[in-house]
């Protein structure tokens, strides 16, 4: 069962923040900053029905308070210095949704290349024979949740994700990633 939505004017839960070696901001080439001085990664992880279907995806409702606050993205963040990025976005998912890296099975990867900074979409799908419910588990996501593959475009995605929804949902359809 899902977890209720917390109420976007309810104050954070007061949970310790410890920054990673990775943590701070790289200003880009593109005329934007981004979150990651060894870049970053977020893992769209993707459920599939009983003939093999992707019916949903695990989606993560962004804190107001954050870059882009309040828009729907994957669970992700900055790659620490001695990880990949796989490593990075799993870790990630584990901190902000609850998902345990044993449950997944990395499909491949979409990279984002910005010169002086990299973001890595980890293509995932649940793992045979694991269940669980995505859930809010730090104060960076309003909610955490399974989101209907057809209904994600009709959210107010982070642009960034807009954008690259149709390829990699693409992708992520036919559990290969080409990358």
């Known amino acids: 069962m899902p977890t209720a939505p917390r109420d976007p004017g ?7 923040r410890h920054l990673q070696p990775g943590d701070g901001w790289v200003e880009c080439e593109c005329g934007r900053r981004h979150w990651g001085l060894f870049g970053a990664a977020g893992l769209l992880l993707g459920r599939r029905d009983g003939e093999g279907r992707l019916t949903d995806v695990v989606l993560q409702h962004r804190a ?4 882009q606050g309040g828009t ?6 900055a790659v620490g210095p001695d990880e990949t990025p796989a490593q990075g976005a799993l870790r990630e998912a584990r901190e902000e949704a609850g998902v ?8 491949g990867e979409h990279v984002l290349d910005h ?14 024979g694991a269940t669980f419910e995505p859930r809010a588990t730090d104060a960076e996501s309003v909610e955490v949740r399974w989101v209907p593959v057809d209904d994600v475009a009709s959210l107010d995605l982070l642009p ?7 390829g990699l949902r693409a992708t992520l359809d036919h559990g290969t990633t080409g990358a």
């Open 10 to 16: 309810e104050p954070p839960p007061r949970l310790p």
């Open 100 to 107: 345990e890296p044993g449950h997944v099975r990395v499909l």
């Open 72 to 77: 729907w993205g994957v669970p992700g963040g």
């Open 160 to 166: 960034a994700f807009a954008d690259a929804w149709p």
């Open 64 to 67: 107001p308070w954050s870059d």
């Open 115 to 128: 010169g002086p900074w990299r973001y890595t979409t980890v293509l995932a799908e649940v793992a045979d």
